[in-house]
């Protein structure tokens, strides 16, 4: 079964502030690890799609890593429109076009 | 070009009516998914669907239905509804590049 587990489930950091959000994953066969960012009340908005260990993207302040056990969200430097939960999610080579595997998320406050 | 549209936004219904979750697409993709979130929980698959009459399970499928008549609509049907069926649904298609696209969701509560 394939699992994600993120942490910490919650983050609050000053303004300009770096830090990092941590994926943790157990899957057979690894199609893709997606990043997500979903704001209160609206559907998840794609960040990022990483395929091998080694592989990294970034995006504005945003940077996403990937191991061949866990991936991070590295967050430079970030600004209050960075608050958001972000979202991290497996997906398996199975054949098919399975749906994606989720964890629950981290919740995080950027503060003035 | 909408993407993923999704209606109603916000729906109360009583225990044991029945409804219909419409989601619809502009993007002429094949792959298009249910979700369903839970406070404080990942999102769960409940069916998706991988082309114009062939759908399948995911992995909470229990309470619902669905049906693909066309590239474009994939609509979810709650039949007998129940308070654990309170939450926000989402519909989403799947891109080239395996990356999935999401609507704006349905906050459904049963009562």
């Known amino acids: 079964e394939d699992q994600v587990t993120q942490s910490p489930e919650a983050l609050r950091l000053q303004e300009g502030e770096s830090s990092s959000l941590n994926c943790s994953y157990t899957?057979?066969?690894?199609?893709?690890l997606f990043w997500y960012r979903q704001d209160p009340g609206k559907g998840p908005e794609f960040l990022f799609t990483l395929y091998s260990a080694g592989e990294e993207k970034e995006k504005e302040r945003l940077k996403a890593t990937l191991t061949k056990k866990e991936s991070f969200l590295h967050i430079t430097a970030p600004k209050p429109e960075d608050s958001a939960t972000y979202l991290c999610?497996?997906?398996?080579?199975?054949?098919?076009?399975?749906?994606?595997?989720f964890g629950k998320g981290t919740h995080l406050i950027i503060q003035p | 070009n909408a993407g993923v549209t999704q209606t109603p936004k916000f729906r109360i219904l009583k225990i044991g009516q029945s409804m219909t979750l419409q989601c619809t697409q502009d993007m002429n993709h094949n792959y298009m998914y249910w979700y369903r979130q839970d406070p404080g929980m990942g999102l769960k698959l409940i069916y998706y669907?991988?082309?114009?009459?062939?759908?399948d399970k995911g992995e909470v499928p229990n309470g619902y239905n669905v049906s693909r008549s066309t590239t474009e609509d994939f609509p979810l049907r709650l039949e007998l509804a129940a308070p654990s069926q309170t939450s926000v649904y989402f519909c989403?298609?799947?891109?080239?590049?395996?990356?999935?696209?999401f609507g704006p969701g349905t906050r459904l509560t049963v009562t």
């Open positions: 669907s991988v082309g114009a009459g062939i759908t």
């Open positions: 999610a497996v997906q398996a080579y199975r054949g098919g076009a399975d749906g994606l595997t």
């Open positions: 989403a298609t799947l891109s080239g590049g395996y990356e999935q696209y």
């Open positions: 899957v057979s066969g690894l199609r893709g």
